[in-house]
């Protein structure tokens, strides 16, 4: 594996074009010195006035066990979600279509059908198994902020994630880690005034899993970006 010191000399679009989701991970755990030095980059993220609003709790070994088996647990005995913030958007027309190639090039490596139910529930559950990752981080902001500083969170993630990708570590982005707040904060001694916005499970992949053969195109730039003089 590469170290980080020669990992992060990856370029900016080397790191942009090669992140992407990660569905199956190996049961092999990222150093803590690589974990720190990664979390130390993703500090540099820029924010509004430099309040650096983000707090990240990251969860491995017994600490991770506990929460996933607790998420797991809920699912199992149809808990209701209570996130902090509003669940996933609805997404209609050109965005619902965007949504629904991404699924079924996910379920069309996985083997599921539009009919398979029950391999759906699977393939959804693997969620709350954080697809076997050794690591899973959470993401959140004080209750005082609002949307403008959910930006800077963000950025904060994509920087993250960037960073691993520099030091050959994969991960995923997960709204649905924002399902049960209560639990996260629980395990960490967090109080209510930290809400959860998402999660990101994160190790080194496993090639063999079905689902990690799965590649998402992008829409044409004309789509997105307007130019103008």
Not at 35 to 64: D, I, Y
Not at 171 to 190: H, K, L
């Amino acid at each position: 594996m590469t170290s980080v010191d020669e990992a992060v000399q990856m370029s900016v679009e080397q790191a942009i074009v090669e992140r992407r989701s990660v569905r199956g991970f190996l049961d092999r755990p990222v150093p803590a010195e690589t974990l720190l030095k990664l979390f130390e980059l993703a500090q540099r993220a820029p924010s509004n006035c430099n309040t650096q609003p983000w707090h990240a709790m990251v969860a491995s070994g017994k600490t991770r066990d506990r929460i996933r088996d607790a998420m797991i647990e809920n699912i199992k005995k149809g808990v209701a979600p209570n996130p902090d913030y509003e669940g996933p958007p609805r997404f209609e027309s050109l965005y619902r279509r965007r949504q629904i190639d991404c699924a079924v090039a996910l379920y069309n490596e996985m083997g599921i059908t539009r009919e398979d139910v029950e391999g759906r529930k699977r393939a959804a559950l693997r969620n709350f198994e954080l697809f076997d990752a050794p690591h899973v981080a959470f993401f959140g902001m004080h209750k005082a902020f609002g949307s403008s500083v959910a930006i800077d969170v963000g950025i904060y993630l994509q920087t993250v994630m960037l960073a691993m990708t520099a030091a050959g570590i994969s991960s995923c982005p997960q709204g649905s880690m924002r399902n049960y707040p209560d639990i996260v904060r629980a395990e960490f001694g967090v109080g209510e005034e930290i809400r959860i916005l998402a999660g990101l499970s994160f190790g080194y992949e496993d090639t063999s899993v079905p689902a990690n053969r799965t590649r998402i195109s992008r829409a044409d730039l004309s789509e997105n970006v307007i130019f103008k003089d």
